[in-house]
């Protein structure tokens, strides 16, 4: 029995990426185990429908209602909302640390400057992540759990799984018809990877923007490498999308690409942007990739086993505390 009356999950509407496909996979997963959980869209004076992406997940929407017995839980870009839960009791599941500090990890300077900014219009706490010690906390990652951590408040590991549709072996071809080609999100580590790109033009770089579900399989199915030097605020989905389907992944160390947990590949395959050598180093590996891709490809069989455990991880986690609690 549920230790809630009901559960709301908040959830930007028409929002198609990670965090927002892990808020509806928490509702769809609260819904399976029996309790009263429903998504609740936001702005909250818009009207949205269930993206088409999100389709396949059994969630009901519902409007926001702060009634004592209920659990809010609201993504950790939505702080001062959580503030203001007066009868309710109210949770931060944090999918990101950095988006809650506004933290980009090119410049200290800047990313203090954003978050004042944020704080002048009302977007995040003066006092910081310590004026959220009267709610609940759930983390996403080790990175976000050391955050909380090291800031003296307590939290629920709750780990999502990347889209079950990308959670079978039969996704990875293998080795036979791979091309020499390296894909990339161009939302993530702009700089660096027009860096590279420029340096090394005779490598076939493909950004991963504006592929279907079944466009974007096919590159991960035929690719060699995949590619991610952005600031990882949290446990990312498309690295663990490219490993399954047989893709090589190569990232940089900040944010949560930093730890053997969250991203739990070879050091070898995690390269510091930050060093004057990275681009030297990243050719010397790509190019050892192309030719050597049977071998490297093999390195990465422990993180899919990895990644195909974590439906069950997840779906434990939600039992432990909302089910089996009391």
């Avoid at 422990?302 to 990644?307: C, E, F, L, S, V």
């Amino acid at each position: 029995m549920s230790q809630f009356r009901r559960v709301q999950v908040l959830c930007p509407g028409n929002a198609v990426t990670g965090g927002p496909e892990a808020l509806h996979h928490l509702v769809h997963l609260l819904r399976e185990l029996g309790v009263d959980a429903r998504l609740v869209y936001t702005p909250l004076d818009t009207k949205f429908d269930v993206p088409q992406a999100y389709k396949d997940f059994n969630v009901e929407v519902g409007r926001f209602q702060d009634i004592s017995g209920d659990l809010i839980i609201f993504p950790e870009i939505q702080p001062m909302d959580a503030l203001a839960v007066k009868h309710a009791k109210a949770a931060i599941w944090w999918l990101s640390v950095d988006n809650f500090l506004e933290r980009r990890h090119t410049s200290k300077i800047r990313d203090k400057v954003r978050y004042w900014k944020g704080v002048l219009k009302g977007r995040r706490p003066r006092q910081g992540v310590e004026a959220l010690k009267g709610v609940i906390h759930f983390s996403q990652s080790y990175y976000s759990s050391e955050y909380l951590k090291s800031n003296g408040i307590p939290f629920v590991d709750l780990y999502e799984p990347i889209n079950s549709r990308f959670l079978s072996r039969d996704l990875d071809p293998g080795i036979n018809g791979r091309v020499d080609e390296i894909l990339f999100n161009p939302g993530k580590g702009k700089k660096f990877t027009d860096c590279l790109i420029a340096r090394f033009p005779e490598i076939k770089f493909t950004p991963l923007k504006g592929f279907t579900r079944e466009q974007l399989a096919l590159k991960f199915q035929t690719a060699k490498l995949y590619i991610d030097f952005g600031h990882h605020p949290g446990r990312d989905r498309m690295p663990r999308e490219a490993a399954m389907h047989g893709c090589c992944v190569v990232t940089g160390r900040m944010g949560a690409a930093w730890n053997p947990v969250d991203i739990p590949i070879t050091d070898k395959y995690k390269l510091d942007s930050s060093l004057p050598e990275f681009e030297t180093n990243f050719g010397a590996l790509a190019k050892d990739i192309f030719v050597n891709f049977k071998q490297h490809h093999d390195h990465f069989d422990a993180y899919r086993d990895r990644i195909m455990t974590e439906p069950e991880t997840f779906r434990s986690q939600i039992a432990a505390f909302f089910v089996n609690s009391n």
